[in-house]
């Protein structure tokens, strides 16, 4: 029988799988790619709340989530592209112009 | 229905370990895109059909695209032609992602009954009609922030992709 608790320790692995690569890997992409999965494992966590407490509102949680992923895909995919054109390099270590 | 769970479980996880530890960016974007079908073969198991196709559309459909056209556009051709031999990290992976596809497939077949828990859930749970219902009468002012914030994001990401910023 799967039980809530199953759904949250997956959740919490991709979670944990998300944020250990936004911390190690040094490429730009990857850290974006990486922030997705820590978002698709909320989700996952909404939906699997909303059903084992029978409240659909947590499913229109996720609705609102995908258009803050939305908005951050576009954004961040341009701000992106806007650095790759300074630094010619989605490393980064070399994205340093604000280190003081 | 167990072994259903445990399928798309060990996929996901799977695929969200190859996805922090490809080499290069387009494996792994290959991975995302597995953890993502998986998550959403999950959403059919929990009740919530309508977001698992909201999950392929837009997160597996638009937001993966989105990407993957940026990876594609940040490497250099060198690079590209690199990504682009099949070594035996993208084998697995296909293999992988193929299986996730057919098994989602093959959940769409076999009908919606025999994967969702025999729980006793309110009728009609999950089903698009009182999923509008509960979005268009209680999140309606969400709803509207939310598509302000889409315009906004829409425009910033035009403003910064311009040239001469």
Redesign the interface.
């Known amino acids: 029988m799967v039980t809530l608790t199953h759904y949250v320790v997956l959740s919490s692995i991709l979670f944990g799988l998300g944020a250990i690569g936004f911390l190690t890997r040094r490429n730009a992409m990857i850290l974006f790619m990486s922030v997705e999965l820590m978002l698709n494992a909320v989700n996952l966590m909404l939906v699997a709340f909303s059903e084992f407490r029978a409240d659909m509102a947590g499913q229109v949680m996720v609705i609102f989530i995908y258009a803050v992923a939305a908005a951050e895909v576009a954004v961040g995919l341009a701000i992106l592209i806007g650095l790759f054109r300074h630094v010619r390099s989605v490393d980064i270590n070399k994205f340093n112009v604000l280190k003081w | 229905?167990?072994f259903y769970?445990w399928l798309f479980?060990t996929m996901?996880?799977c695929a969200?370990?190859f996805?922090?530890a490809?080499r290069d960016?387009l494996p792994?974007?290959l991975g995302?895109l597995t953890?993502?079908i998986a998550?959403a073969a999950?959403?059919l198991?929990?009740?919530?059909p309508?977001?698992a196709i909201?999950?392929v559309t837009?997160?597996a459909g638009?937001?993966l695209v989105?990407?993957v056209f940026?990876?594609m556009?940040?490497t250099s051709p060198d690079e590209r032609l690199s990504l682009l031999q099949a070594n035996m990290s993208y084998r697995i992976m296909g293999v992988v992602l193929g299986a996730c596809i057919i098994g989602l497939l093959a959940a769409g077949t076999k009908g919606l009954i025999n994967i969702v828990?025999s729980?006793?859930?309110?009728d009609g749970?999950?089903s698009p009609a009182?999923?509008g219902d509960?979005?268009y009468r209680?999140?309606l002012l969400?709803f509207e922030v939310?598509?302000v914030?889409?315009l906004?994001?829409?425009i910033?990401?035009?403003?910064?992709?311009k040239k001469n910023?």
């Open positions: 229905m167990d769970f479980a996901a996880v969200g370990i996805t922090i490809a960016p792994s974007a995302l953890v993502f998550c999950l959403y198991h929990l009740h919530a309508l977001i909201f999950q837009i997160y638009a937001i989105l990407v940026v990876i556009l940040l828990g729980k006793a859930l309110p749970f999950g009182r999923f509960l979005f209680n999140y969400h939310a598509s914030l889409l906004v994001a829409l910033g990401g035009i403003y910064l992709a910023l």
